[in-house]
């Protein structure tokens, strides 16, 4: 089960988020907050295992929160979700310890997508951020390592499989495939989709 907790300063947001996840039967919202203060008092009350979180909060910022629930719950898994996609700000969060990043514009189907990635011990990195500056830095995955979800499109990449038809089967939405497609070519450190194809074919027998 997932204990999430949500930290953001516009209520509405919240109040969508909340809407999303309701039925999910593998997701229970302990706790929401409107700062980062408010949000460490929620971590050391409800104990949750996955945190959303703005980057920008009014009395303690989303970067600060991240520092000290890492510092004192090393276990548990942040995820930013905020407007800003410059590099100083994805630096920043992925620095305090964040392990995926994930901008407002993005559908709801992705945040949902990027909440059970991290939950699952992945990494998920919006496909409209630029990560070229963190190419040597691997905080929450290592070479080679793909979660569950990756390896299901990896699969069906080697079957040559289309993005918009992985989407279908999968049910989830094509900017998501191909956000977690730019995510493995990183983990892989390979370039190009001809050379991930490549790769699918060559692994398709250990999925």
Do not use: C, W
């Not at 919240?14 to 997701?27: A, Q």
Request: aromatic content about 6%; charged content about 25%; overall charge neutral.
């Amino acid at each position: 089960m997932i204990r999430l907790a949500i930290a953001e300063d516009h209520q509405s947001l919240i109040d969508g988020l909340e809407l999303l996840l309701k039925y999910e039967e593998n997701i229970q919202i302990v706790g929401t907050a409107n700062n980062g203060q408010e949000l460490l008092e929620v971590v050391r009350k409800r104990n949750p295992n996955v945190i959303i979180t703005d980057i920008r909060m009014p009395i303690m910022d989303g970067i600060e929160a991240t520092k000290i629930i890492k510092a004192e719950y090393p276990h548990i898994t942040v995820l930013a979700f905020t407007m800003f996609d410059q590099e100083g700000a994805v630096k920043k969060m992925l620095h305090a310890g964040a392990t995926g990043y994930i901008l407002k514009n993005a559908s709801l189907n992705q945040v949902l997508e990027a909440i059970l990635t991290v939950a699952n011990g992945g990494t998920y990195y919006d496909g409209n951020i630029d990560l070229s500056f963190a190419e040597n830095q691997k905080k929450a995955s290592s070479k080679g390592l793909l979660t569950k979800r990756q390896k299901e499109i990896l699969s069906l990449i080697a079957q040559g499989k289309t993005s918009r038809e992985i989407a279908d089967e999968l049910f989830i939405g094509i900017h998501t495939v191909d956000t977690h497609r730019k995510n493995m070519m990183r983990i892989l450190e390979i370039q190009g989709k001809g050379e991930l194809l490549r790769y699918a074919l060559e692994k398709k027998y250990e999925f």
